[in-house]
């Protein structure tokens, strides 16, 4: 079965200082990765997202995200906190058969301190 | 252009009650998504519409649970006898379809908060 995990329930940095959220994830056959990016009271945006094109994907407002095979990982980061950053983050992993089901992990909350 | 509305954006209930949320996707989206979200946890996958036939409803808790999209556009999501556990926050994505394959970007509405007295 699939399956994806976030590490982190909730994750603190200070403004201007490294973002990494992690994500791994758990697939029988090669995955379609998303994350999504929910701020509060909006609905889920589309961060970025892995169509095995590139193994280094960059996605909106600074992000960047890279799939690591032999590590089932996708870890997104930002080189640079923002205020504005701080949301929940959701790592998702759709198949590339059998249908569209998409699964989510738990969720991190960033929060950025000034 | 207009993105995924929800209504109602808030629904309170008592238990055992039968209740409707809608969801109206981006004009021209032929595949539509049911997820379910409780607190502290990420959305959860219930059906997938592709036009007016769910191409998968592998989510779907039980019998309970029901969704319609007769029309290819507007689809109804239903919950009959509901139970304290259904309180969550229903949310309604649409994307392409199948011109976009899996890899299709979804669009999510606002969400339906149900709460089940």
């Known amino acids: 079965a699939q399956s994806v995990t976030q590490l982190g329930s909730h994750v603190s940095v200070s403004e201007g200082a490294l973002v990494l959220l992690r994500c791994n994830y758990s697939?029988?056959?090669?995955?379609?990765l998303f994350w999504y990016v929910q701020y509060p009271n909006q609905g889920l945006q589309l961060l970025l997202k892995y169509t095995s094109a590139a193994t280094l994907v960059k996605g909106i407002n600074g992000f960047e995200a890279e799939f690591k095979k032999s590590e089932t990982s996708f870890h997104l980061t930002k080189p640079s906190a923002h205020m504005s950053d701080a949301a929940e983050y959701f790592c998702?992993?759709?198949?590339?058969?059998?249908?569209?089901?998409?699964?989510f992990g738990a969720g991190t909350r960033l929060f950025v301190k000034a | 252009g207009a993105g995924v509305s929800q209504t109602p954006s808030n629904k309170v209930t008592e238990k055992g009650k039968y209740v409707e949320l809608r969801c109206d996707p981006i004009?021209?989206?032929?595949?539509l998504y049911w997820y379910r979200q409780s607190l502290g946890q990420g959305p959860e996958f219930l059906i997938y519409?592709?036009?007016?036939?769910?191409?998968?409803d592998s989510g779907l808790p039980n019998d309970r649970f029901f969704a319609v999209r007769p029309e290819g556009s507007v689809s109804t999501l239903k919950i009959q006898r509901t139970e304290r556990g259904d309180s969550a926050v229903y949310l309604c994505?649409?994307?392409?379809?199948?011109?976009?394959?899996?890899?299709?970007?979804?669009?999510f509405g606002p969400g339906t908060r149900l709460t089940v007295l």
């Open positions: 697939s029988s056959v090669p995955p379609y």
């Open positions: 519409f592709q036009g007016t036939g769910a191409a998968d």
């Open positions: 994505a649409s994307s392409l379809g199948l011109a976009g394959g899996p890899i299709d970007t979804q669009y």
């Open positions: 004009s021209g989206h032929t595949a």
């Open positions: 998702a992993v759709t198949l590339g058969t059998g249908g569209f089901k998409t699964i």
